[in-house]
């Protein structure tokens, strides 16, 4: 049996272990909401087991990376930093192999695209919640969060992507895979499309000889041709990526949204009833996104409407001003400099 005195030292233990991991938890969940719901909008993508991480990580770090790094600095004036900084090291490692062990746990975290509606009302919900000071005023922020999470379940996702170089382009189809223009597209920006349309796998493009017939264009996946390629879409619209100018002119009649590589180009179907969106355009207002009504009518946002000073740099490039990309002398006279 323990005596009042052992019981008394254990509670207090007790109570303040309790303390610190509340206190830990709350901190982490209340950070984790804050910065999850603007990572959220940026990436596409959350942390499930966050907290959990948190919970996981941070004694290594209070008990062992913070005291080994404040030892290391004072130990550093005198040559006798390494044993600290390695200890350091070691409290480092083993809290990069908790969060990589909870990573590959982690059920799937992709999203999708975010409404900016719902980042405004949730985050607003954040402000009672977090500052006010008696229950009633943090009632305010249930309506906002009821608000905002109303708007991120009945959002409706974009149905394509333009990368702002206009080299690529990605549909959403109907099965829920990203039809993409080319056989080898970048990574890093087919990445990003698959967790914001939340497509389940990505679909390169066919081959075939000769321009489909508009009743014969896949909503499956990109049919492509020297220098057009062409998907449908559930709506009944048409894209289509293509190389230059004269190959738009041939589809202005057919297709819905026209994507043309060439930053020369102008728009060469100004009665049609095609949505030109030209890589002189891209290289001003940035990457776009389309979406379709119910009658296949194309609505484009790009990333960066209106004038910003912060991109005043981008019409400078050659594309923002109409011109070819920069090919040197030597390529242009098909000769080869002088070994």
Known sequence: MTNPAQRGSLTRVARTVTLYVVGLAATSLIAGIATGIFG???FQRVS???LVANLAAMPVFSVVVMPAAVAGMVLMPFG???LAFGIMGQGLSLALSIARWLAE???VDAIGAIPAAAVILLALALVPLTLATTATARLLAVPLAVAGLA???FRELPQAYVSDDARLVGVRTGDGTLAVNRDRPNAFTVEDWSRATMASAVVKPAKDSEIPRPEEISPARFTCTAGLCLIGHGSGAVIAHVSTMPDAERIC????VIVI???TAANPCPHGK??????RRLALEGSAEVRFDGFGNASVTHALPGARPWHDHRRFSRAARGMAPYEPPNKKAGTKPAS
Do not use: E, M, Y
Request: aromatic share 4%.
């Open 105 to 107: 746990r982690t059920p």
């Open 253 to 256: 009649d057919v297709a819905s």
């Open 274 to 279: 095609a949505q030109v969106i030209t890589a």
């Open 40 to 42: 959220a909008w940026h």
């Open 261 to 263: 590589a060439d930053p």
């Open 151 to 153: 708007s991120l379940t």
């Open 80 to 82: 006798l930093d390494g």
């Open 48 to 50: 499930p087991l966050g």
